[in-house]
């Protein structure tokens, strides 16, 4: 049986309509790229395919530091609880050995007192590896063997207590707590300074205790190809900062912005700022130094992207001096202004000088003629206000006006007024 055709032609059906209608392009969203650094300092690096996972073992401290808290309790109370099963089997063996647990032994000296099951064996293993010490349950001179196991749990207890501790003290007291309170610009900036391009950057610490020694080191990490074909994945560049002209060491007292001047030797030497945008590269920052109040080395990290640095910009100062006292307002420890800068390379910069100079005066005629139009809106201002309140004023005195009046003096036949004002 044949389909019956529609009395509306295909062309005009929902479908063929659809189908003819203008469809509106789609824009996907840029997939982000995997950063090598992530902005709190941690390497986003994942390890995979290791056949030799004893190596971990040898270094059995090191690996119980590296892991997460949840892991070390786990293992601290496993050990523990391990260590005491053990040697309570020890206790409830000794006891067996020499007969204590026989119900109908009569006139003998136990090895240890009250200890007639395994529960109670547990407790003195306890009580013994923790030196409670309640009383009850106690060791005589009777058994030998008992002295030996004694002096093992004594032994077994103190290296377990130690490497625990140790440990706990060094998750604790790791470097990576002290850079916490090391902080970095949320973005960094490249602006003219002393008539070069600069690539700058703010570090902050927020403690009153100093890191002595302090360091920064910059990196550029991109993907690169050898001119033999050879493709580099995580291709790591050394970027010379102006504080290592003579001595690479920061006094860190107050926030800083360490620059980084765009040379002949920068990675960054051949990028304008359309180039940066579009261009695939991190530059890795790494803040190194000793920790005052307990000598530990630190070192804190971040990076930014294409993204993260801005073209044209310039931290705001942030240190003033209040009251025979340098404050910090750390609110604004972000915060950038925009400035004038060129928006073509440090090359190009460098092979045409004029450039410069052109932009520096176009930025000064626009802030000349700011000013002008700032001063001309304040003097129409003020102008308007004075013409209110001129036109006030005339409008009150011309309330307080004496009003006319008008004297009548009769003239011949009494018919004619004169009026005198």
């Known amino acids: 049986m044949l389909a019956r055709k529609s009395i509306i032609p295909e062309e005009f059906g929902l479908p063929g309509l659809v189908s003819r209608m203008p469809r509106k392009p789609v824009?996907?969203?840029?997939?982000?790229?995997?950063?090598?650094?992530?902005?709190?300092?941690?390497?986003n690096l994942a390890h995979k395919n290791i056949r030799e996972q004893g190596r971990f073992l040898q270094d059995v401290f090191t690996t119980l530091v590296d892991l997460k808290w949840r892991f070390t309790l786990v293992i601290f109370t496993t050990t523990f609880v391990?260590?005491?099963?053990?040697?309570?089997m020890s206790w409830w063996l000794v006891a067996f050995a020499h007969g204590d647990l026989d119900p109908t032994r009569e006139n003998m000296t136990d090895c240890v007192?009250?200890?007639?099951?395994?529960?109670?064996?547990?407790?003195?293993?306890?009580?013994?590896?923790?030196?409670?010490g309640f009383?009850?349950?106690?060791?005589?001179?009777q058994c030998p063997t008992a002295i030996t196991v004694l002096i093992l749990q004594?032994?077994?207890?103190l290296i377990i207590n130690a490497v625990m501790l140790g440990c706990i003290f060094m998750k604790t007291a790791q470097s990576n707590r002290r850079a916490e309170t090391l902080i970095f610009s949320r973005h960094a900036v490249i602006a003219v300074r002393n008539n070069r391009l600069c690539f700058m950057i703010r570090i902050g610490d927020l403690r009153k205790s100093m890191i002595i020694g302090a360091t920064v080191r910059l990196q550029v990490v991109r993907k690169t190809t050898t001119p033999e074909g050879e493709v580099i994945p995580i291709h790591q560049?050394?970027?010379q900062t102006e504080s290592a002209v003579g001595s690479n060491s920061l006094f860190l007292l107050a926030p800083l912005i360490i620059c980084h001047v765009i040379d002949k030797n920068s990675p960054l030497y051949d990028l304008s700022a359309m180039e940066l945008q579009c261009s695939d590269l991190e530059v890795i920052v790494i803040l190194e130094g000793v920790v005052e109040t307990t000598g530990i080395t630190t070192q804190a990290r971040t990076s930014y992207v294409s993204e993260e640095i801005q073209w044209g910009h310039r931290f705001v100062p942030i240190v003033t001096e209040e009251e025979g006292v340098y404050s910090v307002d750390y609110s604004k420890?972000?915060?950038t202004v925009k400035v004038a800068t060129?928006?073509?390379?440090?090359?190009?910069?460098?092979?045409?000088?004029?450039?410069?100079?052109?932009?520096?005066?176009?930025?000064?005629?626009?802030?000349q003629n700011s000013l002008r139009k700032r001063n001309s809106m304040r003097r129409n201002n003020s102008m308007r206000k004075g013409a209110g309140s001129s036109g006030s004023l005339r409008r009150n005195n011309s309330g307080l006006a004496v009003p006319k009046v008008q004297f009548f003096t009769p003239t011949d036949g009494g018919q004619n007024l004169n009026a005198v004002t």
């Open 82 to 88: 391990s260590s005491w099963l053990l040697f309570a």
């Open 113 to 132: 007192k009250n200890l007639k099951s395994f529960t109670s064996a547990f407790l003195f293993s306890i009580e013994v590896q923790v030196t409670i």
């Open 27 to 43: 824009f996907r969203d840029r997939v982000n790229k995997a950063r090598f650094i992530a902005k709190n300092g941690s390497c």
């Open 237 to 239: 560049i050394d970027v």
């Open 154 to 157: 004594n032994i077994v207890g």
């Open 342 to 367: 060129p928006c073509c390379s440090a090359r190009e910069l460098d092979e045409k000088p004029s450039i410069l100079i052109q932009t520096l005066q176009k930025s000064e005629l626009s802030h």
């Open 135 to 141: 009383g009850e349950r106690v060791i005589t001179e």
């Open 333 to 335: 420890f972000g915060n």
